[in-house]
């Protein structure tokens, strides 16, 4: 059996494809671990965790040794809020192989005390230059109340991190810095007067803004309504096929950025977006909610409204300095952006920009919600977001530690879970002293 063809769809996120791909392998009695295994990959992507579930336990039996269907099972638990589970396979693939680290951040985003245990074989890891260990020992000196070797490790984790997809987030940086940043608003739009009127029956939810700012528990209220909405999670499909079209431009080696404009096909990138977003549901279904928590699309607000006319965006806040120390503070390998402070503090100063532009421009499509004033006043403020998305609201969007098929993919899964607390406004200050040196430059730290 040949699974290249069915790897590569998963590579691309054509997730429908794959699915017929490695469904057609099952009708062909190829009944393998390695099929098993990526339909869960398949199903996980999907949100489909149950199904994702039972295909890596049906991989699992066929290779019960294996470290990597044990992870993304005990993953999988963990995203539906099984912790007992997902702690219970964590431990079993350590016991299978002591350096096998993913298991140990399971163990830590399950219960982050278990970490002291391990501190000795933490410390032989990271002697192999593997960044995961260094930040996994941040996290002890935290707990140890040890802020100067916590930001020891802290900065090698990022240094390390940042290195081990180099060329990707330098590509990254450029397009967010040089690029998005300063033609968001000079878009030249092609085909721009194309027929939209297919796409009307379509309410999409954009959850905009910074990582570490409330995202998630406005995502959870809103998937824990008696409302059908289909819950995306971060897809960055938008993003990711602006780029696309774009890239051959941008990333050649003679690119004159004086010369450059900005120019996007709308037709062409209606087109693909929809491609993507039918891996989870059909354009054609009447009166169809979704919620997309891909946070950079700030950037693509107009772009996004060229496409979706009845999208709405909550933009989600917080305090520009605790925003910044917990974005540091984070496992954010993907966002090329987030490994140094002062990288972190140009992104936030291009979200205050564009975001400042697009409030005054289409206020009518922004919410912006406060985290510390969702926190403190959770039936208030969930209200104002279910009226601004037009669904109806029920005092039961707020118990989300009795919702059972809750699905979480983020860093706040087990926060969420629990019950809502009122905003620390000293949980960060004893490292804004990180900040002090940029305060001349950016006086929103101020």
Not at 94 to 112: A, M, Q
Not at 151 to 160: A, I, M, V
Not at 247 to 256: A, M, S, V
Request: with cysteine; hydrophobic share 35%.
């Amino acid at each position: 059996m040949d699974i290249n063809l069915g790897k590569r769809l998963i590579q691309e996120k054509q997730f429908k494809k794959a699915l017929i791909f490695f469904l057609n392998e099952l009708n062909k009695h190829n009944n393998t671990a390695s099929t098993y295994f990526f339909l869960g990959v398949i199903y996980f992507e999907l949100n489909k965790i149950n199904d994702c579930i039972n295909n890596y336990k049906l991989a699992l039996k066929i290779s019960p040794n294996s470290a990597e269907i044990i992870l993304n099972l005990a993953d999988a638990y963990l995203v539906r809020g099984s912790f007992l589970s997902a702690e219970n396979l964590y431990l079993k693939a350590i016991k299978l192989n002591k350096y096998e680290l993913r298991g140990y951040y399971g163990l830590y985003t399950v219960k982050p005390q278990y970490l002291h245990k391990y501190t000795q074989i933490l410390n032989d890891i990271k002697n192999n230059n593997n960044f995961l260990a260094e930040y996994l020992l941040s996290k002890i000196a935290k707990q140890n109340k040890n802020h100067d070797l916590e930001l020891q490790y802290l900065n090698k984790f990022q240094e390390k991190c940042f290195k081990s997809r180099n060329d990707h987030n330098s590509q990254g940086l450029f397009y967010y810095n040089r690029i998005i940043s300063k033609f968001f608003n000079k878009i030249n739009f092609d085909n721009l007067h194309h027929d939209n009127a297919s796409l009307n029956n379509i309410f999409p939810i954009f959850i905009i803004g910074l990582p570490r700012s409330g995202s998630t528990l406005i995502e959870s209220m809103i998937n824990n309504s008696n409302y059908n909405v289909i819950s995306l999670g971060e897809t960055s499909i938008f993003n990711t096929e602006i780029i696309n079209l774009i890239k051959n431009q941008i990333f050649k080696k003679n690119f004159e950025i004086q010369n450059f404009s900005l120019n996007l096909d709308i037709k062409q990138l209606k087109k693909n977006v929809i491609n993507r977003y039918e891996n989870y549901f059909s354009k054609s279904e009447k009166n169809l909610f979704f919620v997309d928590k891909s946070l950079e699309n700030f950037f693509n607000i107009e772009v996004i409204l060229k496409i979706f006319p009845n999208a709405k965006f909550i933009n989600c806040r917080r305090n520009y300095n605790d925003n910044a120390i917990a974005i540091y503070q984070s496992m954010l390998p993907e966002l090329p952006w987030t490994h140094t402070i002062s990288d972190i503090l140009a992104y936030i100063d291009s979200y205050i920009k564009v975001m400042s532009f697009y409030e005054k421009k289409l206020q009518n499509n922004i919410l912006s919600i406060d985290l510390r004033k969702l926190t403190s006043d959770q039936k208030t403020y969930s209200k104002e977001i279910f009226k601004f998305c037009e669904l109806p609201w029920t005092p039961d969007i707020l118990k989300l530690n009795e919702k059972k098929n809750l699905i979480i993919k983020t860093l706040s899964n087990n926060q969420v879970r629990q019950n809502i607390f009122s905003y620390d406004q000293d949980k960060y200050k004893i490292y804004y002293k990180l900040l002090d040196s940029f305060k001349d430059k950016y006086t929103w730290l101020n």
